[in-house]
């Protein structure tokens, strides 16, 4: 019997009628026909100035929209200036859509860009977001250009966040991944990036779509893939990023499961790369290599407290099969603390993080379940940084991450202890 | 204006432009003359066209190839007597081949005895039929055309003491059509030619005849008014003969040279040019579909003048300064192949020799609307020598056979007006007429396929055009339509082979029988048809409801 594709006869005839390109931008979409419009704009313009005599396909791919994204997406006209002379643009810029299930699924959308970029033979891919409200033409030039002209193979944005924004990433994803990984990539977990055809050929041969973690958030699998296969990655700065509503993304207890967990899958099935790394690299950047800003509000502290106290006390149990006796012994002292003088100390949030790791790795309980075992401790720490960085300076806060994540390092050799142990 | 059918010839015309000097020498004098051209009508005749432009062959010191002329009505001795230009019209005549001359208008040689006189005082009663100023700064702004030797669209005249004005070269100066007398001077040129029976004149630069401050000193209402004379007394006095604009603008621009079917009958679609060669190397067909869709409707007696290549560079002014670079950076790396803003180079060399692209453009060429014009010796595949200087390089002597001079001229190479093409790829022993004539495979015997093809279907010449929209952009696929008479016509511009699905439904039930081969292809059906082409290949296709 023969195998089926996930590839729509449909969408493969549009795939045909393409044919070669050197550039592909990839748009996801579930109902976002209220910015679609304002993206595409931006895409074209960037293709115009940018690359005029490159071949160029944007490929819409959508998880289902009931709001005629997709229509929208092939209808709207390319905007010409009036009384313009001569070509807009030297080459078609092709467009054409996709829907790749009936429900919307980032991994789902990125198989199919990675296999239309595999199948065009694209050279240089972007994945760009429609939520995404302040989209330039720059962007899309400044995440395709490094991979296009300067061969790298995956490019990760970098923006202006808030002191109080992006902190998962900043207190647990970032750290933890460069420690492990050898690469200081700041934005792993984001809506926009470059990649090369390369990778995205590499990418389409793993037998991973179907695994829930590359089909929540595969942009940091796809990283994590440039890393271990040694391609050449890199970060570009885009500035200030603002999102629409339909972009706000999930609550905290999904975004760890998301994030965390594919973080902690990642480690499991790259293994064999990153136990024999150490140290870490710093990666080509373009432009600053982080920007904080001062604005932003910090979220209410007392409710997370109370939330961190009440998880280390109801998840006692399962926390004592994750952790070390030591290191839950210090949870439950730290719980147990006056809220005014808390303080999650940055050796006991690594060692917390590396002892969940190996367990998720040794699977000592429902994988699941265990990552969500850590969304108290994250509350815990997150208290912390809160009440330690109400009044701090961009600077002092930039300081503090570079601590954490010489501490990541240091400690990676335990990590690596625990992982290999016997159980 | 309602023409009788016969009068519209130049719509159904296949026209063949040569230089007399570069076709074939009678004498042995080195260079190309009429007698020499006059025995080579038969392979003209062969070859199917079906109209001859020549390039300027008047007395000339052909410091701009015979655009400079010293004298409008006689010929060149080099190129013969008048009688031998009369013997020659006869002859074409005979073989149902029309003459279009070269009518420059615009300027005249600094040698021209008008000017001559002009210059001799200001007192002269021809002083005024030129353009004069004692300021070198009236008509500030006015491009300069020649950028590459000229600095200025005024020249010191040091004998009277005063600027004259020059669009071109500084020894091409300006007539002054402002003067009624200037404007008689030049019908009487053109009576003598009609009377003679040539059946057209292409009229150089026709856009610069006046000039007016604060203008552009293009394309003013005045110089309108000039064409609209010429053509209203060519209609009463030489009907069916036919004007031709030279008038390099965007088709916008060129649109009213048209008038209301009042001034010219023809005019070169030149954006198009360039375009065709650019949708080839971009494997796109967008350049193509766009400028045509920027190309205003003319009267129903007019028409559109393409081509590939001719006797000047490819013209690069009707494009965007990133479409004059790709075109530069794709088709003329060697900066010994640009001049001013073009590419001074035949059409083979530029498809780098590749007879499938060389064929897909004559097709496209053939099968576009309007009046096609094939440069002589593109026909064979000549190649050209951008180390002669200004655009010599692409007027070489036509390559007959491979024996001496190429059966060009009997002369001495050394006595040649120019070398003629010898290197081992396109050189006269590799590319000439009479190995081609000896393979029915040969480019020159596909040329006369297709141009036969084209004058057996009055669709091509006078036929709508419909583009059909394949979501295949490396398929360029129109349909020319005249009554019940379609032709389809598919194109691969791309160097690899392609599958393309069309959406024929508005002739379902049409059988498309291929053209060349007359082999019958699947009749249309309900799902839109498919058809695969190898790398720039082609088909036309007339489709039959039988």
Known sequence: MAEESFLADDFLRQLMSVGEVDLLVGIPSYNNASTLAQTLQSVEASLRQNFVRERAVILNVDGGSADETRQLFVQSAERIDAGHKGLTSLRTVHRISCEYDKSPSQGLALHSIVAAADLLRARACVVISPTTTNLTPSWVANLLRPVYRQGLDFVAPLYVRSRFQGLLARDLLYPMCRAIFGQRIRELYSEEWGFSGRLASQCLEKDVWHEEAVRARPEAWMAITAISADLKCGQYFLGPKTASPTGTGPDIVEAIRQTVGNFFWCLETNQANWLSRSNSQPVPTFGPDHELSLDGIPPSQEKIFDLFRSGVSELEPILASILAQDTHAQIEAIALSDRSNFHFAPELWVKTLYEFAASYHHAVLNRDHLVQALVPLYRGRLYSFLLENANSSAEAMETQSEILCQEFERQKPYLIEKWTAKR | ?546
């Open chain 2, 1 to 546: 204006m309602l023409l009788q059918d016969e009068n519209l010839w130049y719509k159904d015309a296949v026209i063949y432009q040569l230089h007399v000097r570069t076709f074939c020498d009678s004498n042995g004098d080195g260079i190309g003359d009429f007698r020499g051209l006059t025995s080579k009508l038969d392979y003209l005749q062969e070859l199917g066209i079906n109209a001859i432009w020549l390039l300027p062959f008047y007395p000339s010191p052909l410091r701009d190839d015979g655009y400079d002329i010293a004298d409008y009505t006689s010929v060149h001795p080099a190129y013969g007597s008048l009688q031998d230009f009369k013997d020659f019209l006869t002859a074409a005549h005979n073989r149902r081949i029309r003459v279009i001359t070269e009518m420059v208008v615009n300027h005249t040689s600094d040698q021209h005895p008008w000017f001559q006189e002009a210059r001799s005082s200001r007192e002269n009663p021809k002083r005024d039929w030129y353009v004069w100023s004692d300021t070198d700064s009236r008509y500030q702004g006015v491009r300069i055309i020649f950028v590459d030797t000229e600095m200025s669209n005024w020249a010191w005249d040091p004998i009277s003491k005063s600027y004259y004005w020059h669009r071109f070269f500084s020894h091409q100066p300006d007539l002054n059509y402002d003067n009624p007398v200037v404007r008689e001077a030049m019908w009487e040129v053109m009576k003598f030619w009609l009377d003679i029976g040539v059946d057209g004149f292409r009229l150089d630069a026709v856009p610069y005849l006046i000039e007016r401050d604060g203008t552009s000193c293009e394309n003013l209402p005045e110089t309108h008014e000039i064409i609209r004379d010429f053509r209203k007394r060519i209609d009463l006095a030489y009907p069916g003969k036919m004007l031709l604009a030279e008038a390099n603008q965007w088709p916008a621009d060129v649109r009213s040279y048209f008038g209301n079917g009042d001034e010219f009958h023809m005019a070169f679609h030149f954006p198009l040019m360039p375009r065709m060669f650019m949708a080839v190397k971009l494997e796109d067909r967008k350049p193509i579909i766009e400028i045509l869709e920027q190309t205003p409707q003319i009267p129903d007696a007019c028409q559109w003048c393409v081509f590939l290549r001719n006797h000047d560079e490819l013209t690069l002014e009707m494009v965007t300064d990133i479409e004059r670079d790709y075109m530069y950076d794709e088709y003329a790396v060697d900066k010994a192949m640009r001049i001013n803003l073009g590419i001074r180079r035949r059409l083979a060399p530029m498809m780098e020799n590749d007879r499938r692209r060389v064929e897909l453009l004559t097709g496209l060429l053939l099968s576009m609307p309007g009046t096609p014009i094939i440069y002589y010796g593109d026909e064979i595949g000549m190649g050209d020598n951008i180390y002669l200087g200004d655009r010599n390089g692409v007027r070489t002597p036509m390559q007959w056979n491979g024996g001496w001079n190429a059966g060009f001229s009997s002369a001495d190479p050394e006595r040649l007006y120019s070398p003629l093409i010898s290197n081992p790829v396109y050189g006269y022993q590799a590319i000439n007429v009479d190995s081609q004539r000896r393979s029915a495979h040969s480019l020159l015997s596909w040329t006369k396929s297709v141009i036969q093809t084209r004058n057996a279907f009055r669709v091509f010449s006078r036929g709508s055009i419909e583009f059909l929209n394949p979501s295949n952009h490396r398929v360029l696929a129109y349909v020319r339509r005249l009554g019940e008479e379609k032709v389809l016509v598919v194109n691969n511009l791309s160097s690899s082979a392609q599958a393309v699905e069309l959406n024929l439904q508005m002739y379902k039930r049409h059988i498309p029988i291929e053209m060349f081969g007359r082999n019958l292809f699947p009749r249309i059906g309900d799902l839109p048809y498919l058809l695969t082409l190898g790398p720039y290949q082609f088909y036309w296709f007339r489709l039959r409801r039988i």
